[in-house]
């Protein structure tokens, strides 16, 4: 049931601590928070060619000590076990830095750990100074509220979206780079944003259509973003003015209206494949829920883009190979099958985009 009386869908400025406080307990599916990390930067970081590194230095990463840091986090996470609803669960992403404090502190509260998942970055930052191993990866925390609640897992949706693989806890995803990164005057509006393609797997994953997902640690709006577009609710908390305008720009961009509901159904169909899974161009943005796809030998038979990666044909739903085996009624390459429109309104065969999520 809906909780009409929240503020969903909204951007709340404030202290994540004291909004969290005045939000209803036990009204919230997921949390997914981004939290400072509390890196302890002590200089200025240069590359080689003696260019400055546009490092992470702001003052909302700051903390005097770890027990300031841990008390912070003790309180943040206190206040999202609140609003949790018992079957609830929560991701928490950090580096070396803070996540083994972070981890914890979960178990302290009462939190039960059910994976630790790493985002091994494609393209990560080097270590320019040449003295410790290149930092090439982050940690995800999955947790639910307490060991007995009967959290949201689609299973099948990750195997879909890993060509019907069982979906491992090591993820191969690049940073936010391109143009995904939010400029602001010719650098990063947000220091830490993370890519959607991150966020597509945590939501698709844990939630369903519908669910309101909180994020205490807003930025840049990407959870949202990625939430409206899986029709999920969500509620943001942010304490920067700059960073809620940057976060409303985003999410006004974000057009759901036209799309049908039961395109983001998660599902339990699944497909087998190799090198690149289809649901990676959903993760990268290539494609997108509700997108028509056309077919090769006739461009008038077209199927609807599920969320999950999924085509759907009247009451038919399978991969994309399957699809093109039922309309052209013989085994079919579902990548040489299928045609996307671009932006010019030309059609264009769906491996091009496979093609480029390889270079990346």
């Given at each position: 049931m809906k909780d009409l009386f929240l503020p969903e869908n909204q951007i709340l400025q404030g202290d994540c601590i004291n909004v969290m406080d005045s939000l209803p307990e036990k009204c919230i599916d997921l949390v997914f928070a981004d939290p400072p990390y509390n890196l302890q930067l002590q200089n200025e970081l240069w590359r080689p060619n003696q260019t400055k590194v546009d490092a992470v230095s702001d003052a909302w990463d700051h903390f005097d000590s770890f027990v300031s840091y841990d008390h912070f986090t003790r309180c943040w996470l206190s206040s999202c076990r609140r609003v949790?609803?018992?079957?609830?669960?929560?991701?928490?992403?950090?580096?070396?830095?803070?996540?083994?404090?972070?981890?914890?502190?979960?178990?302290d509260l009462g939190y039960w750990i059910l994976n630790d998942?790493?985002?091994?970055?494609?393209?990560?930052?080097?270590?320019?100074?040449?003295?410790?191993?290149?930092?090439?990866?982050?940690?995800?925390?999955?947790?639910?509220?307490?060991?007995?609640?009967?959290?949201?897992?689609?299973?099948?949706?990750?195997k879909s979206l890993n060509e019907d693989l069982q979906?491992?806890?090591?993820?191969?995803?690049?940073?936010?780079?391109?143009?995904?990164?939010?400029?602001?005057?010719g650098h990063k509006a947000h220091s830490t944003q993370k890519p959607e393609a991150l966020l597509y797997?945590?939501?698709?994953?844990?939630?369903?259509?519908?669910?309101?997902?909180?994020?205490?640690?807003?930025?840049?709006?990407?959870?949202?973003?990625?939430?409206?577009?899986?029709?999920r609710r969500w509620i943001g908390i942010e304490e920067d003015a700059s960073y809620i305008e940057i976060a409303r720009q985003r999410l006004e961009a974000v057009s759901i209206d036209t799309i049908?509901?039961?395109?983001?159904?998660?599902?339990?169909?699944?497909q087998r494949g190799k090198r690149v899974p289809f649901g990676r161009l959903l993760e990268e943005g290539l494609l997108f829920p509700g997108q028509c796809l056309y077919f090769k030998a006739d461009h008038s038979k077209t199927a609807l883009l599920r969320a999950d990666g999924k085509l759907v044909i009247a009451d038919f739903i399978g991969s994309i190979h399957q699809a093109a085996n039922l309309?052209?009624?013989?085994?079919?390459?579902?990548?040489?099958?299928?045609?996307?429109?671009?932006?010019?309104?030309?059609?264009?065969?769906?491996?091009l985009l496979r093609q480029r999520v390889l270079k990346l």
């Open positions: 949790l609803k018992d079957n609830g669960a929560i991701w928490v992403i950090g580096s070396y830095h803070n996540i083994f404090r972070v981890g914890a502190i979960l178990q998942v790493v985002w091994l970055k494609t393209n990560p930052m080097p270590n320019f100074r040449g003295v410790r191993f290149t930092n090439a990866h982050e940690t995800l925390i999955w947790a639910s509220k307490s060991q007995h609640s009967r959290y949201t897992f689609n299973h099948q949706a990750m979906m491992r806890s090591d993820w191969l995803l690049p940073i936010c780079t391109g143009a995904e990164r939010i400029k602001n005057n797997r945590v939501v698709l994953s844990s939630t369903l259509p519908g669910d309101l997902i909180l994020d205490p640690f807003f930025g840049s709006g990407t959870t949202g973003a990625v939430a409206k577009k899986l029709h049908p509901n039961d395109l983001f159904d998660a599902g339990k169909h699944h309309l052209a009624d013989c085994p079919s390459n579902g990548w040489e099958s299928w045609f996307f429109e671009d932006s010019a309104g030309n059609l264009m065969p769906i491996d």
